[in-house]
């Protein structure tokens, strides 16, 4: 699946020659309350979709207003939801939707519980802004990204990092990151090409040639790797 500025939702077969169902969604996702000066209207909160979990099971909706909430994309109910005044860059639901990660502007990390609507983990990943973080597949470990291409990985609970790997300079930023279906593997897009960390013991990296990556993803099996460009998206074997 892939989302565009155009306002369109698009579903590939990847086994064949794309030829993609289109569904047009509102430009951007997301509903803006203006004044009838049009002018944005502060005082009245509004949802922007933040974060679709990779399995597509679940989505999460942050408001202007601190409210978060994860809803079930195949009951339409709402698992929970929390309350928090912190300003945060990105987000990312655990894979059984239970629980919520958003990485903040001072380079802490809050993990929310959105069924008991409390905090379950906290603690201070980077010295400058979370770029990226992303929970693994088993929401064991969280993997987190800032300035630099700085990649660290937690193991949960934890306020120290178990895998710390810097993949590029100051003025290179990471878009999105995934973890292989077994969380053996962890492909961020940086300083034009795409890293294959391995998350293994004395296992080999890998890098593919790309230009700049916007979001990236692994099939589940691992053997393709998809990757939305400026110009389209390309996927490898």
């Not at 905090?119 to 802004?129: E, G, K, L, P, R």
Request: with cysteine.
């Amino acid at each position: 699946f892939t989302g565009g500025r155009d306002g369109t939702v698009r579903a590939w077969d990847t086994r064949a020659k794309p030829t993609p169902a289109a569904s047009a969604l509102p430009a951007g996702f997301f509903a803006v309350p203006v004044r009838p000066d049009g002018h944005l209207d502060d005082s009245v909160p509004f949802f922007a979709l933040r974060s679709l979990s990779r399995d597509g099971r679940f989505l999460a909706a942050c408001s202007t207003n601190g409210l978060r909430r994860v809803l079930s994309l195949e009951t339409l109910d709402q698992i929970g939801e929390v309350q928090s005044s912190r300003r945060f860059r990105c987000v990312s639901i655990r894979p059984d939707g239970r629980e919520i990660a958003a990485g903040m502007t001072n380079g802490a990390v809050s993990v929310w519980d959105v069924v008991e609507s409390k905090v379950s983990w906290t603690f201070q990943a980077h010295s400058n802004d979370v770029d990226v973080l992303e929970f693994s597949p088993d929401g064991g470990r969280l993997a987190t990204a800032s300035r630099g291409a700085e990649i660290r990985l937690w193991n949960r609970g934890e306020s120290r990092p178990v895998f710390t790997r810097v993949l590029g300079g100051t003025v290179y930023h990471v878009n999105d990151m995934a973890f292989t279906h077994d969380g053996s593997t962890l492909a961020v897009p940086a300083s034009g090409k795409i890293h294959l960390l391995s998350l293994r013991p004395g296992g080999r990296d890998r890098k593919i040639d790309a230009d700049e990556i916007f979001c990236i993803d692994i099939s589940r099996d691992g053997s393709l790797v998809a990757a939305g460009l400026n110009d389209g998206v390309r996927v490898w074997d």
